[in-house]
């Protein structure tokens, strides 16, 4: 394990890094709520939409931030750095286990000052349930950060997955409970609510609106439900990542 910590040592260093990103993203965290979050909840006729909108950018600015560890591994191949980290003395599994939760730490770092932001504006109804659903956004970023991971390392093309990623950014938010309770979603599109109901990012932000006692639009009534959700996403992308990385990270080029 001491291993897989120095990794994920090193991923955190990383991140904090690139100043301008996350001072840019802080701003556009914050312009959201004072300009975006205010109009629309005069525009919406949705109950408490406000908050119920501040809950959702919370894990949206957590999703984009733990996307970022797939842009890091294309820099380090393009830079030669890739292959010196397979030099070392770690093994792959440890190397993909502590990229993923590097990569899911650094994000929950970045976005806890912005999460404080949103309990001043929301509040906490629960704390037991706030804790709960902390540990849930955890394993999303976690989640997330093996995603990015494993379509990186799979596609081994950083134009493609440049590509991709922005496709997947927008069919993650839009498609999900975000920006918008489910029923409106569902009027929309059948087909779109339907799409949302299996989206890890609504499981994600209808358990941190549940535990800041947002409850008014909730997308399940058993918290336990979208837990399990995000457990299984954490789960499968942290095996995929690791059996991918040890197929086809020396099979090819990077390009």
Known sequence: MRKVFLVVERDVRLFFQYKAMVIMRAIWFVSQIAFFGLIASRMVVIADYFR????????????????????????????????????????????????????????????????????????????????????????????????????????????????????????????????????????????????????PLTYASDLFRWGAGVEAVLTFENPLLPLLGIVLFFAFFTFVGIVLYDKRIEGGGWQ
């Open 52 to 199: 119920y909108y501040v809950g959702g950018l919370a894990t949206m600015t957590l999703y984009s931030a733990a996307v970022f560890i797939g842009f890091d591994i294309y820099e380090e191949a393009e830079h030669g750095v890739f292959e010196y980290l397979l030099s070392l003395p770690v093994t792959r599994r440890e190397l993909v286990l502590g990229r993923s939760i590097g990569g899911g730490l650094r994000a929950f770092i970045y976005v806890g000052a912005l999460i404080c932001i949103s309990l001043y504006v929301i509040g906490v109804a629960n704390p037991l349930n706030f804790i709960l659903a902390l540990f849930s956004l955890f394993l999303f970023a976690f989640g997330v950060s093996g995603m990015s991971i494993t379509l990186a390392v799979a596609i081994k093309s950083s134009d493609r997955f440049d590509i991709l990623m922005g496709v997947l950014d927008a069919l993650m938010v839009r498609l999900s409970t975000a920006m918008y309770p489910l029923n409106i979603v569902k009027e929309a599109n059948p087909f779109y609510g339907w799409i949302a109901n299996f989206n």
